[in-house]
């Protein structure tokens, strides 16, 4: 047997407990698929007295989980302390200077620091691996960096972040108000206490910026993702859509066009018999596109110890197995800068809703202020007799600016009783 | 930039055309991942003269396939001739002989010599890999054998062959019966002339064998798998399933008991609204679950030039990358033979329909029989008001053994009109 591969693990919250409990349980299958022992040397954490329910008596303690980098017993330091800064990238530096192989599940590090750091880890001939930062347990940037690498990929998207979908499904499941679902969520634990990482698409938006440069060869970019959350869906708007076939899900996506890369997380509507419109709970999916291959779906756990504690191991066993290769895909040095999209160039469908004045003309002025923009209707449906009235437009293919303008002008008509709510319908 | 690696690639049909498109097409992005050039150094097909719609006058040509496993200028050999012995075996017996890498699309050859070819590759220190001979496109291979290789799974299966999708998901959308809709699949092109292989579950049977093997780290076992076709499935057995909540699927299943390995090619009927239920047309998936990660599902085309050259180029920049790992996940010597499940072991709920008399006392004499060898009801149903009237039962788990015996009972009684149908329900 082969010299052993020792982990340095920073970080024993539910994932880092995760990490030992599967080293501890599969000991002897690790071994034989990575062709050596799968060992932990060291651990640290901020409390050492908690009990974690795991035996960690055989391992050396840190309480400064930078010196994981410089212990000689360690191989390849797991991170997973968190944060974009601080002790996670003070570690993450140290151990790729010093020429360990580094694997996190730090999807607002990589989506901030990872071109330094996969830079870093190619000048010491190391791993930089996280796959357990995107879509938890199923292993997409696998399949998306190396099963799918024979393809120029034509978009990526998917439901990155599962309180959100759990948020949105439970919202038309029990029709119940998107602030009763969160307190919900919250009581449940699948919302933090402060919310905004999650609702407000941040953390889907880190994701899906380690997604695109993986995707396109491109320099990762996370201030190019326009970002926008769930807080404003109502239920009246996930009512609307069913009765027109959609679910309402927060999609990030990425597309490659001509004049630049399209990222964005945002709410979109999508037809509710496709993979990702039927994906409810805290499930993640994510779609890849090719040239060659079409069109696959990962479909998985997207959180939770068992699930992100499986996607690290996954990274130990190839880094032990000696797979090193580029963080991205390809050397770090070659990832191009993408232009980014300009947002009047998106285009798509639109679903539009209006709370109109129960008067004649109303919907005429609606119609003539769209088609003077142009754009054009594909079906309309108004809602009851109340006054107002909601009235919901799908439209055909339009280009933002002509949606933002035609929105901008309807909202000053008279007839408009509150502001018009317009949702980017996405073929998925 | 690094030596190129080079291909041989033999057999010119749509698989082996398409990696030459690939490969033409995108021959920068391919170097820029793998580190070092991808180039087609030979190729081989039986008829040289034959307008592939590719230029192929900048390789090199052999008459002979198993020529390419003597190459000098071939690092690696694509097989995509086919057939589970001549040719396509020598030639990969040769290459790996010879020291080069052989990546193939043909089950049938994994399947039937899987072990032997695994030993020779790690014995010349090769790679031996075939990721797009299960489930086309999709990466489930590495999904499986890497990405979820942390965990123990616990069951693996999916809809394997498109063909067999395409005529279950069209006979019930059309409502038209199996013979018509198979006719209809050879006019298009997704069934071949003789349909035997697909609608008879031989060819998933192949890909299971090798998904079971990766997947319990197992030797493969082709001849353990229990298979039966799509032929005898009704369009009368599609309806009730639907009334019911199911739909049919040709399901490959691989689950690891105490007492053994159970392997089996089925129709079964799955609840409508899971992934797998849902797969609709040529589609394969694939489902995976395992102690830490929970259940993913691998959705994608299985089939078609497109896709499989995909997979196959897949795996050739793994090659080229220097990744050469035992075939099966782990070394060909510690896969071990894995006692199989005896038939009567296996259980899970039922779903039996029985042709009755329509007179006094015939239900009551199902109820008896059935209990009479311990299957309990779940739910029943009487379809119209016929004679023979169809009646069709939904059991609770029973052991296979107990159905059989309840089902030759039943089928010994005078009010049994006609053959009872047993279709497994399988928890998706």
Known sequence: MNAPFRLGIAGLGTVGTGVVKIVQTHGAALAAKAGRPVEIAAVSARNRSLDRGVDLSAYAWEDDATRLASREDVDCVIEVIGGSNGPAKALAEQALAAGKHVV???????????????????????ALRFEAGVAGGIPVLKAIGEGLAANQLTRVFGVLNGTCNYILSEMETSEADYADVLAEAQRLGYAEADPSFDVGGIDAAHKL???????????????????EGIERITLADIKTARDMGYAIKLLGLARMHETGLEQRVRPCMVAETTPIGALTGVTNAVVAEGDFVGSCVFTGPGAGEGPTASAIVADVLDAARGIVTPAFGRPAANLKPAPRLQHGEEHSPYYLRFMLA???????????????????????????????????????????????AAVASISNLPVSQAPPVAIRIEEA
Chains 1, 2 share one sequence.
């Open 104 to 126: 996190t599940a730090n999807k607002a590090l990589i989506a901030h620091h990872g071109q330094e750091l996969a830079e870093a880890a190619e000048a010491a001939g190391a």
């Open 209 to 227: 910026a380690i997604l695109a440069a993986l995707a396109f060869g491109t320099r990762i970019d996370f201030e190019g993702v326009v970002t």
């Open 358 to 404: 129960d008067r004649p003309g109303a919907l005429a002025a609606i119609a003539s202020a769209l088609g003077e923009k142009g754009v054009s209707i594909h079906r309309m449906r108004q809602y009851g007799q109340g006054d107002p009235v909601p009235v919901v437009i799908e439209t055909h293919d339009a280009h933002r600016d002509a949606i933002d």
